[in-house]
């Protein structure tokens, strides 16, 4: 200890004196991690719109364009905001059903859930096409059929007699279906028959569902899915559209959309 003394610089008066300022030294240098700790501390997550959408956009793309590659998570972009807030309300008081969307909803107060309708409601970017089964000619025939002219002997009104002539949706609450993924539309036809699926009395789709058989089913799925897109993929106008039937989430049957 005394050589080790009196090889250092310093000049210590005794071993004490010595003893002290390691005890020094030593306590100074155990508390340096500390601080350095303190300092790489992770910092907070930020409070913007877009990282409390992260859930949303892990699925359905980062502006809601949805996964055409995938079949099964459908575009949000440019749906009108009150039909997007709904979907989230379905999940939350379980009408609608899966497990991820209903977990990521659960605690959402509803202005947070039209904060993020509306954030994917203004969205505007490209569509992507999503694959399709082969079907034959006649089967996307009977597909226009029902989109375009219903099937009146058995009670089914035309899809564009709610989604608009382009089907490209109406405001405030009726969703576009163009563009939508083949897998998609034809796992929630069939969820709306096996009341997997529901929304507010009345609930027009799951009459209309109920009405269809499996081929109708891939018939409208099909020809959904392999259609053009209008020139302007905008949802039509509210009022521009009245309902053949009472729908809960649109109002008394007649009335404007």
């Not at 303190?38 to 913007?48: E, L, S």
């Not at 405001?171 to 929630?188: F, M």
């Not at 507010?200 to 009405?211: F, G, K, T």
Request: aromatic share 6%; hydrophobic share 35%; proline share 11%.
């Amino acid at each position: 200890m005394m050589t080790n003394a009196r090889a250092c610089p310093v000049r210590f008066r005794s071993v004490r004196s010595f003893g002290v300022a390691i005890l020094l030294v030593t306590t100074l240098l155990s508390g340096a991690p500390a601080r350095a700790a303190d300092t790489d501390a992770t910092p907070p997550v930020p409070d913007t719109l877009q990282q409390r959408i992260a859930a949303c956009t892990a699925c359905h793309g980062v502006h809601g364009e949805g996964t055409p590659g995938s079949g099964y998570f459908p575009r949000l972009a440019g749906k009108p905001a009150a039909y997007l807030a709904r979907q989230m309300q379905d999940f939350q008081n379980g009408l609608r059903k899966y497990a991820p969307m209903e977990y990521t909803v659960r605690q959402l107060p509803p202005a947070y859930m039209r904060e993020i309708a509306e954030y994917f409601a203004a969205q505007q970017v490209p569509y992507g096409r999503s694959p399709l089964p082969p079907v034959s000619a006649a089967t996307l025939a009977r597909g226009e059929e029902l989109i375009g002219k219903g099937d009146p002997a058995r009670r089914i009104p035309a899809c564009s007699s709610c989604h608009g002539s382009q089907l490209t949706g109406v405001e405030p609450s009726t969703p576009g279906l163009v563009g939508l993924p083949y897998d998609y539309i034809s796992a929630q036809l069939g969820s709306w028959r096996t009341h997997t699926r529901a929304t507010v009395a009345p609930d027009c789709m799951a009459e209309v569902a109920s009405r269809l058989g499996a081929s109708d089913i891939t018939a409208v799925a099909a020809a959904l899915a392999s259609r053009e897109l209008p020139a302007d993929t905008h949802p039509q106008p509210a009022g521009s559209v009245k309902p053949p039937l009472a729908c809960g989430v649109l109002g008394a049957p007649g009335d404007p959309s």
